[in-house]
T-cell receptor, first 112, second 115 residues
Framework: KQEVTQIPAALSVPEGENLVLNCSFT??????LQWFRQDPGKGLTSLLL?????REQTSGRLNASLDKSSGRSTLYIAASQPGDSATYLC???????????FGKGTSLLVTP | GAVVSQHPSRVICKSGTSVKIECRSL??????MFWYRQFPKKSLMLMAT?????????EQGVEKDKFLINHASLTLSTLTVTSAHPEDSSFYIC???????????FGDGTRLSIL
């Protein structure tokens, strides 16, 4: 069974800092990996999706990398802003099914 | 594009009540919809996968007679929590995709509280 772990569980940084969120997974036979943002009491907003054949994806200030062989992905956020405060979820879809296996998330607080 | 609407956003009801949650894809046809549940400080867990016009596939440990899923059209899936009890209180989120191998687009979720 695919296990997804996110570190750290919570992070607080001052505005303007660059930061890295980590995601690890136990089964490297993945179809794709996705990073989501979840605001309190809300649903999920997809940020970046990396196919298994890709190494990274970029969107604006966000960059996600994927190292399938080591079972790791990182989400890099440049020049953080208070509006980036949210919970960031990593989800992995394995080759063996269609379900997304989620980590518990990293709760990010960016202070002004 | 790819907007998914989930209704209601919040439900509070008495134990024993059945509750229906709707998930609609507003600007695309969703042949596949997924239902997830999220307990406080826990990961989202897939409950079931539904394909339009066929029976839903439930994950291990999810009671199909307790959580009734109907996906009768390409834009609507419903989840009915039958005879809800306090332990069913949770955050339920649906997602929709144009196919099993396509990206999932999520609704805003439904907070269900059973008294």
């Amino acid at each position: 069974k695919q296990e997804v772990t996110q570190i750290p569980a919570a992070l607080s940084v001052p505005e303007g800092e660059n930061l890295v969120l980590n995601c690890s997974f136990t089964d490297s036979a993945i179809y794709n990996l996705q990073w989501f943002r979840q605001d309190p009491g809300k649903g999920l907003t997809s940020l970046l999706l990396i196919q298994s054949s890709q190494r990274e994806q970029t969107s604006g200030r966000l960059n996600a990398s994927l190292d399938k062989s080591s079972g790791r992905s990182t989400l890099y956020i440049a020049a953080s802003q208070p509006g980036d405060s949210a919970t960031y979820l990593c989800a992995v879809r394995s080759n063996s099914g269609y379900a997304l296996n989620f980590g518990k998330g990293t709760s990010l607080l960016v202070t002004p | 594009g790819a907007v998914v609407s989930q209704h209601p956003s919040r439900v509070i009801c008495k134990s024993g009540t059945s509750v229906k949650i709707e998930c609609r894809s507003l600007d695309f046809q969703a042949t596949t919809m997924f239902w997830y549940r999220q307990f406080p400080k826990k990961s989202l867990m897939l409950m079931a996968t539904s394909n339009e016009g066929s029976k839903a596939t439930y994950e291990q440990g999810v009671e199909k007679d307790k959580f009734l899923i109907n996906h009768a059209s390409l834009t609507l899936s419903t989840l009915t929590v039958t005879s809800a009890h306090p332990e069913d209180s949770s955050f339920y989120i649906c997602s929709a995709a144009t196919g099993l191998n396509q990206p999932q687009h999520f609704g805003d979720g439904t907070r269900l509280s059973i008294l």
